[in-house]
């Protein structure tokens, strides 16, 4: 039965060779011809190990709007014959414990080429498929057995990209950028104009004059650079949409199974707990997966956001028990002593107190110059009730009355005012 199912595969490959387009190790996107759903890889494992329903819980089928802007969607496939599927971190063999052949289908659609994912179970081939309830197995060339593979660091760049959506769409910073965070286990080019200003870490924490905490970010990558990988960055958008904001894939992938991932102050990982559907059979089952990399959220991991007034920050989070997947988030517990127990910290620099306004001696109303009219301004503040018992809060203009430095207004202020005006070359001529 091995050496009849081999050979058909080796006759397939010779008779559709004209049409295959995948031919070389590479990041790509795969989404079904049946339901033009996108493969993204989940990093949960199932305790069907060795059997095709494996892959139930490790790969999630997206449709196209969910797909561009999540990482995981971004398949590295390294070869075509006992290969697997690598993505954040992890690769189908190493969830699931099976490989598969990708080889060209007989059939192309919308005159481009499909794709068949084999693998083999109890000696039969196994024909991954989709039928819109989840990647399932079965046997068979058919529409829901043919997948189109397309390549993602190849092409133009309206066509080939990761995009990427702002943590808030309805929310800029005081400059009119948007800002999100990334985590990717590849590393990505920031195009030329493709809407993501630079890549940013964070350093240290700063307390502004307001008492709030501030993180400052620093820019690491700009336009034109290439983001390292594994590298949980902040990322400055131009765009409220995800396809406004491009980066491309490049190079090699590089797994990490050690999670969180550390940058400076930056922690990040790849998966988060999610809901799939539990099996074909049952098309309203859905059941929550938990990867085993997943990060717990707690107070000391605080995730980028936006508070109850529209500001910009990494706050604790509430809605999720665990960090949310392909994200970077800022961790209390890499700050010092002083920081623990913090749960909100700005994005940007810390405000700092308006300065003191220069005062000089007898410049009464301010403009600038000692002049006649200084003399009749302390005149009308020594006519107001109380005026020579003045202890009042020194504001500028009260200091500046003040020639004494006695605290108080008095006549012998409009004197030394008089006389300074007298031995100077200030005049009342002057002021015409």
């Not at 139930?56 to 390294?78: E, F, K, R, T, V």
């Amino acid at each position: 039965m091995m050496k009849r199912y081999f050979l058909a595969v080796v006759c397939l490959l010779v008779a559709t060779a004209a049409f295959a387009q995948y031919t070389e190790a590479g990041f790509y996107r795969v989404h079904n011809v049946n339901t033009d759903s996108y493969i993204c890889i989940k990093g949960t494992k199932y305790n069907k190990t060795y059997q095709p329903d494996a892959f139930w819980p490790c790969i999630l089928m997206m449709n196209d709007s969910a797909q561009i802007s999540d990482p995981g969607s971004i398949i590295y496939i390294p070869g075509t014959e006992a290969t697997s599927l690598h993505a954040q971190g992890v690769s189908t063999y190493s969830l699931t414990g099976l490989k598969m052949d990708v080889v060209p289908s007989e059939v192309c659609e919308n005159d481009l080429p499909t794709y068949l994912a084999i693998t083999t179970y109890n000696n039969y081939p196994c024909y991954f498929r989709d039928f819109g309830f989840g990647l399932t197995a079965g046997f068979g060339d058919k529409p829901e057995t043919r997948w189109w593979i397309e390549p993602v660091n190849a092409g133009s760049i309206d066509t080939s990209f990761l995009g990427v959506k702002p943590v808030n769409e309805a929310v800029q910073d005081a400059e009119g950028w948007y800002w999100t965070s990334i985590c990717c286990d590849y590393p990505f080019l920031l195009p030329v104009d493709g809407g993501v200003e630079g890549a940013y870490t964070v350093t240290e924490v700063k307390m502004g004059e307001d008492g709030l905490y501030y993180a400052e970010p620093v820019k690491v990558f700009g336009q034109g650079e290439i983001v390292t990988a594994a590298t949980p960055v902040l990322l400055k958008c131009k765009a409220a949409y995800a396809s406004g904001n491009k980066v491309v894939p490049v190079g090699d992938i590089a797994n990490h199974t050690a999670m969180p991932i550390v940058n400076d102050l930056l922690m990040g990982n790849y998966f988060s707990n999610f809901t799939n559907r539990s099996s074909y059979k049952d098309d309203t089952a859905f059941i929550e997966y938990i990867p085993e990399q997943a990060t717990p959220a707690t107070d000391a991991n605080l995730a980028l956001g936006v508070d109850a007034d529209g500001k910009l920050g990494f706050f604790t989070q509430t809605e999720n028990p665990y960090m949310a997947a392909n994200t970077a988030w800022l961790s209390v517990d890499l700050m010092g002593e002083e920081l623990q127990g913090v749960t909100a910290i700005y994005l940007g620099v810390p405000p700092t107190a308006e300065p003191e306004p220069e005062v000089v001696s007898g410049d009464v109303n301010g403009d600038g110059d000692v002049s006649i009219k200084d003399v009749s301004d302390l005149i009308a503040l020594l006519l107001e009730d109380s005026a020579e018992e003045d202890t009042r809060s020194m504001n500028a203009k009260f200091i500046a009355a003040d020639l004494n430095g006695d605290g108080r207004l008095t006549v012998k202020d409009v004197t030394l005012l008089i006389e300074m005006l007298l031995g100077s070359e200030i005049t009342d001529g002057d002021e015409q």
